[in-house]
């Protein structure tokens, strides 16, 4: 048996935003991996239907709250002993736009899931924070690094008051899911284009939504407290990708790829030209794992007396920033391969 599968075996797991893309893909893996009890926790009441009803033979209990209820959010920490939290408003313009509406679920929200955690023992909280918040232009960005502070500080509430252990950990794109871009461009070309392209040489870390949940379940595993977990990823240009797209789905809505225009329209509010998931402070404190990068707390002297010691470390001096436009990024060729392997080019 896995660490990852022993680790949550006979656990109570709650996985909140769990009728979303990295949600329900958490769900899946710990019902593959025979994990204890399972709740499953969202506001979005037709999703939430229909994911209990899929896994309901599996035991999945599905619990219809808002993390901004606080009430609520205690009410389903209840027997849990671990929280997997996915929940959150992601999209940058509308968080842009509605920046409150960021504030009381991304920040608010996360208060109120901590204070859950604490005064019910939870055992540990995982929190899926994003590149965004590294050097944040964006409201979105800025609730997402506001989450991670919360977590960090959760610790030193945690070792007043209870067992539980905060951590963190940052993504880069999660191609296919619910809002990136895969789907986007894939509507764009079916419509005959023209795919929009907000800049030429944009470049984003990738992963998929299968890395995604692996990288939360792996944390689970090695969170010690108030560290940010970092995936090792791909980087690609966003106009080679939508390249690739336009050649291999062009013809199968009965198109010609040379037909379908890439339109250069600029860069929306709060958009950046590259990503960065650890920046050049981070680096001072931070291991490199076969994996992962782990950045470990600033303020470590406010915290649990922790080693943090990771089977599979690889070095305890990172010296350069992890971000988009420093990483080699993949040629037209391997985005193409990369597409093909991982099934996102499917119709």
Known sequence: MTAIAEFFRNKSVLVTGAAGTVGRALVE?????????????DNNETELFFLGEQYAKDGLATVLGDLRDADKVRQSLVGVDVVLHAAALKHVPLC???????????????QNLI???????VGRVIFTSSDKAVNPTSVMGTTKLMGEQLIRAANVMAHEKSRCVFSSTRFGNVLGSRGSVVPLFREQIRRGGPVTLTDPDMTRFVMTLGEAAGLVLEAAVLAQGGEVFITKMQVLR????????????????GLDPRRVELRVIGSRPGEKLYEELMNTEET??????????????????FHREVEYSYAGLVSDCVTNPYNSQNEP??????????????GLLET
């Open 284 to 301: 001072r404190r931070s291991l490199e794992l076969q994996r992962h990068f782990a950045v470990l707390p600033a303020l470590r002297n």
């Open 96 to 110: 842009e736009h509605y920046p409150f509406e960021a504030v009381q679920t991304n920040i608010l929200g996360m």
């Open 29 to 41: 893996r710990l019902i593959a991996l025979g994990a204890g009890r399972l709740r499953a926790f």
């Open 238 to 253: 966003v106009e080679d990708l939508a390249r690739v797209m336009i050649e291999e789905l062009a013809p199968r809505f």
């Open 329 to 342: 990024a993949m040629s037209l060729d391997e985005v193409r391969s990369y597409m093909r392997n991982t």
């Open 115 to 121: 204070q859950g955690a604490v005064a019910e023992d």
